[in-house]
């Protein structure tokens, strides 16, 4: 399977908490509809916007599908294992999975997270949760540790 298919597999969005009847029409329809239109959409898109519910479904390495949301991702890290990720979140969990890097900076890319690699590709850092920056490393919600080489501290100047 591609990285691509997995990705796709995994990602979704929970459609049954956002689709619910908040505008009846009665008749006569057409004409309601006409007269209101710009109203009902400038309405629909306010509601949209408010809570875009997004959910990330991965397989740790014991087969396990596990949901995360990817707002609380702080970073992925390099097992010793070369072929295993890391996933951190905020809540303290830690999911290990069995992932390419390109897989992994695409979770990031689909989700729209900020974020930067520390060292060639050693850890993904989702920038939100950067809490401390001194030179050679950076500190993530005050607990994680992750060093950055020379080369990508230019990710990190406009920080």
């Known amino acids: 399977m591609t990285d691509q298919l997995i990705i796709s597999k995994f990602k979704s969005i929970n459609y049954t908490q956002r689709v619910k009847v908040n505008k009846y029409l009665v008749k006569p329809v057409f004409e309601n509809l006409t007269n209101h239109l710009e109203e009902y959409v400038l309405e629909a898109e306010k509601m949209f916007q408010i809570s875009p519910i997004q959910e990330l479904w991965i397989e740790n390495i014991n087969k396990e599908k596990v949901k995360i949301n990817p707002d609380d991702i702080i970073c992925v890290s390099q097992s010793l294992n070369p072929q295993i ?15 390419s890097w390109d897989l992994c900076e695409k979770i990031f890319k689909d989700f729209n997270l900020d974020y930067l690699f520390s060292k060639a590709r050693e850890t993904i850092i989702n920038k939100k949760y950067i809490t401390k920056i001194h ?8 607990r994680l540790k992750a060093e950055v080489t020379k080369n990508r501290w230019r990710d990190l100047e406009s920080f």
Not at 87 to 98: A, C, L, P, Q, R
Request: hydrophobic fraction near 40%; aromatic fraction near 14%; charged fraction near 30%.
């Open 85 to 99: 990720k890391i996933i951190h979140t905020k809540n303290d969990e830690n999911f290990e999975i069995k992932a």
């Open 135 to 142: 030179k050679a490393y950076i500190w993530l919600n005050n």
